[in-house]
């Protein structure tokens, strides 16, 4: 039945398809690249003429332009490719749209929890947290951005009833788990050692 589906509702031969694929593999490999290469060499505060806050706002920009590209990339690829009558339910599109109505809490309310350095990488530009933010949506789920973000992927797919859709969301899932375990030592290593000074400071 999977098989099915990558061979009879999947158009391997729309060039869109590959491009949202690329796309969905660049957004978190350019993010990535470009916050240590900042924590390295502060290459992005000093462009930004010396100023963190101002560096961390720039790639914010960057990096919400880049995923807004990206959706519409995702949306393009799933016009050209077939959809399936299986997922032409009601049911289906309710699905849909509590997914998109969960994902999008989950997003906008750690954008809200964290703040706009918290949620853009500012660790990376030296701009820490006091403390670990623990409320909501944090109590539910500890990546609610990157789950939300996947449950949005995924809404999209269900409600244009497009396996495609459904196939280009597990790939999103795919690389944001890559991303995660890529980031997740590389943030606490920053908070351990500005928690190893503090400490230092204090005693
Ligand atoms: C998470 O926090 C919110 C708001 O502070 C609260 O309403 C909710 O009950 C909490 N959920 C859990 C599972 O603790």
Redesign the pocket.
């Known amino acids: 039945m999977i098989k099915d589906i990558f061979v009879n509702y999947i158009d391997w031969s729309q060039p869109s398809l590959l491009v949202a694929m690329a796309s969905i593999c660049f957004n978190p490999l350019f993010w990535n690249i470009a916050a240590r290469q900042e924590y390295r060499t502060h290459i992005i505060t000093r462009l930004a003429g010396g100023n963190a806050r101002w560096g961390c706002y720039a790639l914010a920009i960057t990096i919400f332009s880049l995923g807004i590209f990206r959706d519409s990339l995702y949306h393009t690829a799933m016009q050209h490719q077939p959809t399936h009558p299986e997922l032409d339910y009601v049911e289906v599109k309710v699905v849909a749209g509590i997914l998109f109505l969960v994902g999008n809490t989950l997003v906008l309310s750690s954008m809200w929890a964290l703040g706009l350095t918290g949620t853009y990488l500012g660790d990376y530009f030296g701009i820490l947290m006091d403390a670990k933010v623990t409320?909501?949506p944090f109590?539910?789920t500890d990546n609610p951005m990157y789950q939300g973000s996947t449950m949005s992927f995924l809404a999209a797919a269900l409600w244009y009833g497009s396996p495609a859709g459904v196939v280009l969301t597990g790939l999103v899932h795919i690389v944001y788990t890559l991303a995660l375990g890529f980031e997740e030592p590389f943030t606490s290593m920053i908070y351990s050692k500005r928690d190893t000074r503090r400490s230092a400071k204090t005693e």
């Open positions: 409320g909501f109590n539910i």
